[in-house]
T-cell receptor
């Protein structure tokens, strides 16, 4: 079993829809949670970062963490064609200064006009 | 501000040829540096990370090696490429990994 599971999709939604992207994890040592967006042929860019259970909002994006269920989500409101990309969840363990992140497989999202 | 440079953007190399990919970071000192590989339809696989000059940790035994000759320079190398080395190679830096990395723009390597 992989430490981090992410549905690869692809996911196709109409413009304006609410998008829900999810990851589950098996290792309770993960304490830090991130979402990256990766456009085709580009490096991933950090979208959201959180370390506590609950919701964190940034514009149209909301990151949700449920440590008891080992489940994280990214919600995109009023989705736009420019949101079309691959979304990767990533997780880090606490306690090390040169810690390594563990990534999900990535979900391919297409928002069509 | 900090920037990360990675080159070349694309590379086509024959099997058995050597490889050298370079990554440099500007605007910071003593960063943690990482090399990842991303195969088509798969997640990111950590290859090497470095916490200082000359300090390299390997995550996956393979045909590749890494070096950090200067504080902000990270090099990925191979003496003889294999077909299975094809992929998208990403360099990244961080001060504290748990707060996220900053990735370079990547190198798409095709071994033919």
């Amino acid at each position: 079993q992989k430490e981090v599971e992410q549905d690869p999709g692809p996911l196709s939604v109409p413009e304006g829809a609410i998008v829900s992207l999810n990851c589950t994890y098996s290792n309770s040592a993960f304490q830090y949670f991130m979402w990256y967006r990766q456009y085709s042929r580009k490096g991933p860019e950090l979208l959201m970062y959180t370390y506590s259970s609950g919701n964190k909002e940034d514009g149209r994006f909301t990151a949700q963490v449920d440590k008891s269920s080992k489940y994280i989500s990214l919600f995109i409101r009023d989705s736009q064609p420019s949101d079309s990309a691959t979304y990767l969840c990533a997780m880090g363990r606490g306690g090390t200064s040169y810690g390594k992140l563990t990534f999900g497989q990535g979900t391919i999202l297409t928002v069509h006009p | 501000s900090q920037t990360i440079h990675q080159w070349p953007a694309t590379l086509v190399q024959p099997v058995g040829s050597p490889l050298s990919l370079e990554c440099t970071v500007e605007g910071t000192s003593n960063p943690n540096l990482y090399w990842y590989r991303q195969a088509a339809g798969r997640g990111l696989q950590l290859l090497f990370y470095s916490v200082g000059i000359g300090q390299i940790s390997s995550e996956v035994p393979q045909n590749l090696s890494a070096s950090r000759p200067q504080d902000r320079q990270f090099i990925l190398s191979s003496k003889k490429l294999l077909l299975s080395d094809s992929g998208f190679y990403l360099c990244a830096w961080s001060w504290e990994a748990n707060y996220g990395y900053t990735f370079g723009s990547g190198t798409r390597l095709t071994v033919v």
